[in-house]
């Protein structure tokens, strides 16, 4: 992020909510579940700094998926050389994002690539791993954090649907009895000479 100007503004106000956001906790509980999961030793220490200095390559998010979701495409990443230029590493993030996708993340937890390399929203990057983590954990792979909502679909018969819209529900609230007799509402405007 040194090659790039200090924000001012507006957006020096996103960015320091983005960086309040992170949370150190939950980022050495993910680094710890990362280690276990693919073996390596890595420093688990949730500090932004080193958060972001770990996951940077993509190779251990590679290894990580292909863990947890095998694929000779990962397989082949992880098996390479250490990726060192910049345009090789993103490809490998991007691999590691592709492969988060295809194991159940939603669109919405997914970071972009950017967000890891520049290390300009970490945030993103922590959450897309947890969310990881609980898809891991839904399907029975060690995974961390909150069990996944199950979709609990209902199926309503006619006569119960309409029944439902004689009722006036508590958010509507209710007038008491109160009615708008007496308003003049739109009266015309009387000037005096």
Same mark, same amino acid.
């Given at each position: 992020?040194?090659? *790039?100007? &200090?924000?001012?503004?507006?957006?020096?106000?996103?960015?320091?909510?983005? !960086?309040?956001?992170?949370?150190?906790?939950?980022?050495?509980?993910?680094? /710890?579940?990362?280690?276990? $999961? &693919?073996?390596?030793?890595?420093?688990t220490s949730?500090?932004?700094?080193?958060?972001?200095?770990? !996951?940077?390559?993509?190779?251990?998010?590679?290894?990580?998926? =292909? &863990?947890? +979701? %095998?694929? %000779? /495409?990962?397989?082949?990443?992880? =098996?390479?050389? @250490? %990726?060192?230029?910049?345009?090789?590493?993103?490809?490998?993030?991007?691999?590691?994002?592709?492969?988060?996708?295809?194991?159940g993340v939603?669109? $919405?937890?997914?970071?972009?690539?950017?967000?890891?390399?520049?290390?300009?929203?970490? $945030?993103?990057?922590?959450?897309c791993c947890?969310?990881?983590? *609980?898809?891991?954990?839904?399907?029975?792979? #060690?995974?961390?954090?909150?069990?996944?909502? +199950?979709?609990?679909? *209902?199926?309503?018969?006619?006569?119960?649907?309409? /029944?439902?819209?004689? @009722?006036? #529900?508590?958010?509507? #609230?209710? =007038?008491?009895?109160?009615? /708008?007799?007496?308003?003049?509402?739109?009266?015309? *405007?009387?000037?005096?000479?």
């Amino acid at each position: 992020m040194s090659h *790039r100007a &200090t924000k001012s503004g507006f957006a020096a106000e996103a960015q320091q909510k983005n !960086l309040d956001k992170f949370d150190k906790n939950l980022a050495t509980e993910i680094l /710890q579940w990362i280690q276990t $999961t &693919t073996g390596e030793s890595i420093n688990t220490s949730g500090d932004m700094d080193n958060f972001g200095a770990v !996951l940077k390559n993509g190779m251990l998010l590679c290894k990580l998926m =292909n &863990t947890l +979701a %095998p694929s %000779p /495409q990962l397989q082949k990443i992880i =098996n390479g050389k @250490v %990726p060192t230029l910049a345009f090789k590493c993103m490809e490998v993030i991007n691999q590691a994002v592709m492969a988060m996708e295809s194991y159940g993340v939603p669109k $919405t937890e997914l970071f972009q690539t950017v967000d890891l390399w520049e290390a300009g929203n970490l $945030t993103a990057v922590l959450t897309c791993c947890s969310a990881v983590g *609980r898809k891991a954990k839904s399907k029975g792979q #060690g995974g961390i954090g909150p069990k996944e909502s +199950a979709k609990n679909e *209902r199926q309503f018969t006619e006569e119960q649907l309409r /029944q439902g819209q004689s @009722v006036i #529900g508590l958010q509507m #609230g209710t =007038n008491k009895g109160a009615s /708008q007799a007496g308003m003049n509402m739109g009266n015309t *405007r009387h000037i005096m000479d």
